[in-house]
């Protein structure tokens, strides 16, 4: 039997990995004159494994109303996915203007502002509706792997058609509704596009792993978001693991 010291220290060792491994969920509102962020760590965070999703809104609301409104903190939380989430305010309509067009810049004033030491993982972005424009302005940044975009192609389709030929190890994840003309425009003819009919409540091995997927909505354009299924089941898709407890 090891001696007492050894035991303790033992014991010591298993009380701070646990620790880390289960860190509290922390979220932080950054105030900034180009409009709002909302930062969450999750419930079982772990940076060494973890990758980093943005969230961008759509036309018609804030991020501070879809924080609060839609539930978007259970929304990312319900994933279970261990990621450092972002939401970032975004253009309310064509008028407006994106608000933060470099991803180095956002991620910079997060690390700065919330005093965290954000994960070396993937860069994924995910956004609903008009968030499509802010993402576009994105797809230049060298580690951004993977976009989903929630029925929001509108516009950039040779810029994101660009962007997913760019390198095989990005990922373009793309639920229609009212856009299905203009989604299916911008797949057609790349390889390995796999389609679904609808959104499931789990997706399949084979649709976790596909390059380039494509799904057809059942649920209403703003349901993607307000129905609160959605969000969470997609983010299952970007292949980041699991959280500490599960």
């Given at each position: ?78 994933s279970r996915i261990n ?38 993982g993937p860069l994924i ?115 980041l693991p699991g959280l500490?407890?599960?």
């Amino acid at each position: 039997m090891p001696p007492r010291s050894l035991q303790i220290l033992a014991a010591g060792l298993l009380v701070a990995s646990t620790a880390a491994a289960e860190t509290r969920a922390i979220h932080t509102r950054i105030a900034t004159p180009a409009g709002a962020i909302h930062v969450l760590r999750p419930d079982g965070y772990r940076r060494a494994t973890a990758g980093t999703v943005l969230y961008v809104h759509g036309f018609n609301t804030t991020v501070d109303r879809t924080w609060k409104e839609d539930r978007l903190e259970d929304q990312l939380a319900a994933s279970r996915i261990n990621a450092l989430f972002i939401a970032v305010a975004a253009p309310r309509s064509l008028e407006d203007h994106v608000r933060f067009p470099d991803l180095g810049a956002v991620l910079r004033l997060v690390a700065r502002r919330a005093k965290l030491r954000l994960p070396a993982g993937p860069l994924i972005a995910l956004g609903h509706s008009g968030g499509y424009w802010t993402i576009a302005s994105w797809l230049d940044h060298d580690r951004l792997r993977q976009v989903i975009l929630l029925d929001g192609v509108y516009g950039f389709l040779a810029e994101y058609r660009a962007w997913i030929t760019g390198a095989p190890s990005r990922r373009l994840v793309l639920v229609a509704r009212g856009t299905r003309k203009l989604s299916r425009r911008l797949v057609r003819g790349l390889p390995g596009v796999l389609r679904r009919p609808r959104i499931p409540e789990r997706f399949s091995h084979r649709e976790r792993a596909a390059r380039i997927l494509y799904v057809d909505s059942q649920y209403s354009h703003s349901a993607l978001v307000t129905g609160r299924k959605v969000i969470p089941a997609v983010l299952k898709l970007t292949g980041l693991p699991g959280l500490a407890r599960d």
